[in-house]
């Protein structure tokens, strides 16, 4: 079986920087610190789908 990829997107501007793979058992999304190569800061990126 093929695991789902899932997106990071910046909080700020939008754009999805980063892409991980599918955990089944988590439960809410995920929201981390990383670098926005946009923005050109820190910001909090949020799971999408």
């Known amino acids: ?3 789902k990829k ?3 997107a910046c909080a700020q501007c ?3 920087n980063y892409t991980i793979t599918e955990n089944p058992q988590r439960q809410q999304r995920l929201e ?3 670098f926005c190569k946009y ?3 820190h910001t909090l ?4 789908k």
């Open 39 to 41: 923005c050109g800061q």
């Open 1 to 3: 079986m093929a695991n």
């Open 45 to 48: 990126h949020r799971e999408t």
């Open 14 to 16: 939008g754009s999805r």
């Open 32 to 34: 981390v610190k990383k």
């Open 6 to 8: 899932i997106a990071l």
